[in-house]
Every structure is written in C-alpha cells, then in structure tokens.
C-alpha cells in the first residue's frame, strides 16, 4: 500500500513529483450542484505559490490549476474531481550532485532505505512541492464547506519563527493577507522581514510555529476512540512536510496546569450552553463543542541549506554536503495555507460523516 490518499467520505489522492511534468490531485466524495471553477481554486494556490516575496524559495511556479473532470458548466457532478498543476520551472541541474548523496535532515535515507530507488530531484514525493496539489484539493473542500456550513471561518497564521513570537495582545486578523508571513500583527513584520533576512545571509535557515482557528463550527463533529475529530486533526498537520509537533487547545501546555485552571466551566445560555474559557482547543472526547477550534503545529527548519554539512553517500563514504538550488529560509510560511487547506479537509469528512450516521440530529439540552 502507498497511501497517497486522505479522508474517509471527502477523500483525495495527490499524484506528482517536485521536478516531474506536473502534480495534482483526485477529489472523490464531493458532493453534486456546488458551484467551484478554476478561479475559484487558483486564489488558494496563489496563498502557497513560492517565488512571491524574498522569503520563499525563488522557484516561480504559476502553479496554474487545470480541472480535468467533475465539474460541468461551473458545478461538480458528483463524480472525481481531477484537478492538475504543471511544473515549469524545474532546475534538476542543482541536485545532481546529491544522486548518490543523503542530504542532512531530509528524506533521502530513508527513502533509498525502504525503496532502495528515489527521486533525488528536489525530493520528488518528499517535497514540499506535493503540498500545492493537498491545497488544491482544499479549495474544493472549502467550496462545500461554503455551501454547507456559510459560517464557517478557517484561519491560519503565524505565531512563531525561531527565536520571535506573536505578541497576542496586538493580534489583528486583518493583518494577516497583509504581509509575506501571515502574521496577525502588522507593527512586527520589519521585525520578522530583518530577522528572516539575517537568518537567509548567513546561509542558514529556521524553524516556526503554525495556528489555525476553525471559527463556526458546529459541535457533534467526531466520534469516540478512533475517529476523534483532534486525532484527524493532528493527523493532518503531521502529514505536512517538515512538521514535527502538533498540539490542540492548550496542547503541550496543559501539563503545567492544575484540574481548576484547565477544566472549561459551563453555564446555560439562551441559545444552549455557554462556555467560559477553552482550554480543551472546541474538542471534548474527541467531538466538536461548537467553541472555536485551536490547531497548533511546529515546522523544523529548512534543512536545504548552503552551508556544509556532515553526510554519507550510499557507498558508505563520509562526505561534507552543501545543498544548492532554491530553498526557503523558513518553510514555516507556505504552510500556512497549507494548514488551511488540511483543516478544511478534516472538518468537511467529519461533517458528511456525521450527516451519514446522525442525519444532523443533536442532544438536547434544557
């Protein structure tokens, strides 16, 4: 088994290498009638495309989505969406040196050490280049989710690079389309812009910490032990190139607190149930409280970097290894809409899930 495929009644399967003709993806479960065109899904990818500021890798990729089937005169039919994104600014040249090399931090080893055959171009699978086709396939998500759910609101943003953090008291959402690092907080990007550049001069690169907020959502989504809603969740931020901790709510930190502080107290509210803090992140048991939903991830860093690094070849030779071509100095940033995307996801296959099994129906309390 491959497993290129994601979800259980929304589902998609990515196709495609970095440096292969083109990449994409398989959108099965869409419902019929929703309207979504190729305009629609390119604002999306515009979020992710590399190459638009002097912080992303300088790649320039129109990333130019094309739907092939499953939708006829501006709506689904119900059947597969193929949608597809050609490569057109490929430079194989710069990794012909790593062919026999494994690159520090990378997937290399690990794919010759399963497969004992990779793509070494730009990592082929293993590139965050696959993540174009994962936002894609969110673009549609969100165009059901639109239909299904209009008051649903799907955020991502910045809280996190290296050693700088988001002053939480100056966040502000209408900042975030505003500058290169989707950062809330308008007063700190020539902050970040001279950190990030002194970081990229000196040939090096970092890491950064990814939230995204699910406002809107309904509670009853998810189920109990082995489709929790946070457990599909988590598992679609981990899926992303270079994350490496996912947290929801307080996450990590709950272990500093006490039963008193974290328990997220209650009272009755005209229209059901109010709540007073949110702590759990709008995920109880593994079930949506309708609370707004709190994802946070961590991004390693870059690990293509130019300055030499201790390696092996696949003979067994010890080697020093710089890796060239155009990286970014913190990949961080184009996962944001990333994260959207996966989230987007995640919450429509819970919401046909849950139409499947409940028709909608919820407890009633009072």
Wanted: charged content about 20%.
């Amino acid at each position: 088994m491959s497993f290129n495929t994601f979800g259980r009644e929304f589902r998609f399967t990515t196709w495609g290498e970095s440096h292969g003709p083109a990449l994409g993806a398989t959108v099965d479960g869409v419902p019929p009638g929703v309207a979504v065109d190729e305009g629609y899904i390119q604002q999306f990818l515009d979020r992710r495309r590399p190459g638009t500021s002097k912080h992303t890798t300088q790649r320039r990729e129109a990333d130019q989505v094309r739907i092939l089937s499953g939708v006829f005169e501006g709506r689904t039919t119900g059947t597969p969406v193929q949608l597809m994104i050609e490569n057109t600014d490929q430079r194989s040249r710069d990794y012909g040196e790593i062919a026999q090399a494994f690159r520090p931090g990378h997937a290399d080893i690990t794919y010759h050490l399963k497969y004992g055959h990779r793509d070494y171009r730009g990592g082929g699978r293993s590139s965050a280049r696959e993540t174009a086709a994962r936002v894609a396939a969110g673009a549609v998500a969100q165009a059901v989710l639109r239909d299904l759910l209009p008051d649903l609101r799907i955020t991502g943003y910045m809280v996190q690079m290296g050693a700088l953090h988001l002053d939480r008291t100056r966040f502000d959402a209408t900042a975030i389309g505003g500058n290169p690092f989707f950062l809330p907080d308008a007063t700190a990007v020539d902050r970040w812009s001279d950190y990030l550049d002194g970081i990229r001069k000196d040939q090096n690169s970092v890491g950064a910490a990814i939230e995204v907020l699910v406002e809107g959502c309904p509670p009853g989504l998810g189920a109990p032990v082995y489709a929790k809603l946070d457990t599909d969740l988590a598992a679609a931020m981990m899926s992303i190139n270079a994350v490496k901790g996912v947290e929801i709510g307080e996450g990590m930190a709950a272990a500093a607190l006490t039963g008193t502080d974290n328990a997220d107290e209650m009272r009755m509210g005209n229209d059901g149930p109010i709540y007073l803090s949110n702590h759990a992140g709008g995920i109880l048991g593994g079930i949506s409280t309708g609370q707004p939903i709190v994802v946070r991830f961590s991004v390693k860093p870059t690990s293509s970097i130019t300055t030499p690094r201790r390696a092996i070849d696949r003979h067994g030779h010890e080697i020093d290894l710089i890796t060239k071509g155009r990286h970014d100095p913190c990949v961080g940033i184009r996962a944001v809409p990333v994260a959207e995307a996966m989230a987007a996801c995640v919450i429509l296959d819970h919401l046909l899930m849950d139409r499947a099994q409940t028709g909608g129906a919820r407890g009633r309390i009072g």
